[in-house]
Antibody
Framework: EVQLVESGGGLVQPGGSLRLSCAAS????????MNWVRQAPGKGLEWVAY????????YYADSVRGRFTISRDNARNSLYLQMNSLRDEDTAVYYC?????????WGQGTLVTVSS | DIVVTQSPDSLAVSLGERATINCKSS????????????LAWYQQKPGQPPKLLIY???TRESGVPDRFSGSGSGTDFTLTISSLQAEDVAVYYC?????????FGQGTKLEIK
């Protein structure tokens, strides 16, 4: 069974940093492209970042470029999102999602709250 | 960026009746070389992550009931639920993956009338 489990969310002050993790199981993680997608409270879905299976190709949303870094460790079956210089508007549930085109598997999400 | 707009924002349909949600992209998401429309539909229930229903505009994901269908091409798409069931109450999103950044519609909230 495919599973994606996010962790690392929490309360952080504006300007602070946080590192999210996504543990993958039930599939050959190293063969799949991965993404982070977020959802602010009561709002819609916003794609955040993409990483190819071999880490050679990475894309970011304009809203996070230069502040967030996506990475992966295929040996550990894990996806990461390093978030620096956090802003109030980064408050959201962050999901990891599998796929390059449509996202057929999503984790349950981890809540990041940026507030003083 | 491709802007994706859904209509209506909310919809109330009686049990057993048809529900129709529309999605319009600001530019075509049809890739001519393979004749695929790079558009997906997701269902999100409260407190849950989105669930993929439809990809390539009309291909149903494995395990999705056949009352869900997708249609359309180019810039105009439709998600149809042929006979609404109580468990279909959710917010529905369309997404284009034709170009980066992939973008989602604002969502359509579907309720029982």
């Amino acid at each position: 069974e495919v599973q994606l489990v996010e962790s690392g969310g929490g309360l952080v002050q504006p300007g602070g940093s946080l590192r999210l993790s996504c543990a993958a199981s039930g599939f050959t993680f190293s063969s799949y492209r991965m993404n982070w997608v977020r959802q602010a409270p009561g709002k819609g879905l916003e794609w955040v970042a993409y990483i190819s299976s071999d880490t050679r190709t990475i894309y970011y949303a304009d809203s996070v470029r230069g502040r967030f870094t996506i990475s992966r460790d295929n040996a550990r079956n894990s996806l990461y999102l390093q978030m620096n210089s956090l802003r109030d508007e980064d408050t959201a549930v962050y999901y990891c999602a599998r796929g390059r085109d449509a996202y057929n598997y999503w984790g349950q999400g981890t809540l990041v709250t940026v507030s003083s | 960026d491709i802007v994706v707009t859904q209509s209506p924002d909310s919809l109330a349909v009686s049990l057993g009746e048809r529900a129709t949600i529309n999605c319009k992209s600001s530019q075509s998401v049809l890739y001519s070389s393979n004749n695929n429309n790079y558009l997906a539909w997701y269902q999100q229930k409260p407190g849950q992550p989105p669930k993929l229903l439809i990809y390539w505009a009309s291909t149903r994901e494995s395990g999705v009931p056949d009352r869900f269908s997708g249609s359309g091409s180019g810039t105009d798409f439709t998600l149809t639920i042929s006979s609404l069931q109580a468990e279909d109450v959710a917010v529905y999103y369309c997404q284009q993956y034709y170009s980066t950044p992939p973008t989602f519609g604002q969502g359509t909230k579907l309720e029982i009338k």
